[in-house]
């Protein structure tokens, strides 16, 4: 994947970063600071021992090609109509197919002396064959074990007459900004090649997926880099080159890279599976602005705010509520709303987890059983398929329950909550206190309500109790608050 100054991805580019493993430790920052500035002085034993574990990996496709050549005109009834009709593959009208195959190079590394490799998806994505380029000149056809688009994973199975040259992974959350790294790829099919450089960041978020997470770095990378390795100085896995920032399509210094902690556990996953098994919450969140920090009388916006429960889902017995927000899952805390859904999809799936929330202002411990992901995308597919939004029509309004589409149809801010007025008759009474369609009923006589159900009840109580007008605190597209009274007649 390459990236844009826009970051927009390109399939089948990589990300290269070095690391010079020869780098020492200074005690003496004086020291440390003037020989760092030149680097770790040769790379050249560390590179020596891991080149043969990195593989380059070419992969062709067929695509067909649509796109019809124009037929000459000749006059009717020509000696050469025939030779015209068989040269363009045309017979009572019809074109033959036309097809082309497609080539790309990538790569990847041996993590099992076995035949196990790990590349980027994006490399092999939709590839018809799949051929393994080794170090010694050697080349074996791979077939894919498993892929996870989520992360740009894939693990690829060949079968070797002699055992390969395999490497570990390492703790990606043990590296620092400032490290010494290096990245072996195979930039623009040009084969091995070695690049070094530091960490530049981590925990780098470009919007290419859920679990963001990349480690930044300076090293050169280039198309055909997808999928190396990013080593660390003991000659361990501690990222998969994935992404560039590039205007040109060449390195600039600013690539990115799957942390191991996050590559391993999919990995291991499609090994024993052929597939992911995430865990699942069952909720969905938002954002802790400081607005909503201040509301809450929290200290500091941190944590994922609940904006809403998926049916069905593990917490759909009540344990957690909209309106709560988690701080803590599992015993990691949760410093911003993208956190948490990493840190649940590394969980296993039915495993009983500890959920530290805060729910009007106190902190509680909720103990929560995780679903699995993919299960939950699949009820959440179905739900939206087959279910109707409740509605009902109550004093000239017409009501439906809020969800997404309706969300999204009147651009409702995603703090808004409620039942959201979809139509508004003309002449009745809720037209007259200039109430529209997108406006939000948020309480009916200081009672919260959301779904059209509560709004009817509560305002049938309201007339058997004998009052003449019902008092709705109504939410505009912004989330700005006003009290009406419809007289209900």
Known sequence: MLLNTVLKPVRAVAIVTALGVAAVHFADFGVRSAQAAQGPESVADLAEQLLDSVVNISTSQRVSNNRRTPRPRIPDGSP????????????????????????????????????????????????????????????????????????DIAVLRVKPVTPLTAVPFGDSETIRIGDWVMAIGN?????????????????????SG??????????????????????NQEGEVIGVNTAIISPTGGSIGIGFAVPSDLVKSVVEQLIEFGETRRGWLGVRIQPVTDDIAESLDMKEA??????????????????????????????????????????????????????????????????????????????????????EPETATVLGMELAELDDALREKYELSENV??????????????????????????????????????????????KDDGRRNAL???????GELRFVTVPMR
């Open 472 to 478: 709705l605190m109504i939410a505009n597209t912004i």
């Open 417 to 462: 909550e409620g039942v959201v007025i979809v139509n508004v008759e003309e002449e009745s009474s809720a037209a007259e206190k200039r109430i529209v369609a997108g406006d939000v009923i948020v309480e009916v006589a200081q009672e919260a309500v959301k779904s059209p159900q509560e709004v009817s009840d509560r305002v049938k109580e309201l």
């Open 210 to 231: 859920p679990y963001d997470n990349f480690i930044q770095t300076d090293a050169a990378i280039n198309r055909g880099n997808s999928g190396g390795p990013l080593f």
């Open 187 to 207: 930039p623009f099919g040009l084969g091995g090649t070695v690049t070094t450089g530091i960490v530049s960041a981590r925990g780098r978020d470009i919007n």
């Open 80 to 151: 050469f109509q025939d030779f015209f009709d068989e040269f363009f593959g045309e017979r009572e009208g019809e074109q033959a197919p036309r097809s082309r195959r497609v080539n790309s190079l990538g790569s990847g590394f041996v993590i099992d002396k076995e035949g196990v490799i790990v590349t980027n998806n994006h490399v092999i994505a939709d590839a018809d064959d799949i051929e393994i380029n080794f170090a010694d000149g050697s080349k074996l056809t791979a077939e894919v074990v498993g892929a996870d688009p989520k992360t």
């Open 302 to 387: 941190m944590g994922a705010l609940v904006a809403g429960i998926i049916k069905g889902g593990p917490v759909d017995d009540g344990s957690i509520q909209p309106g709560d927000v988690i701080i803590r899952f599992d015993g990691q805390d949760v410093e911003d709303m993208r956190d948490l859904p990493r840190i649940v999809a590394e969980s296993p799936v039915g495993k009983e987890v500890e959920v530290v929330i805060i729910r009007k202002g106190k902190e509680e411990t909720i103990s929560v059983t995780l679903g699995r992901l993919e299960d939950g995308e699949q009820l959440i597919a179905q739900a939206q398929q087959t279910d």
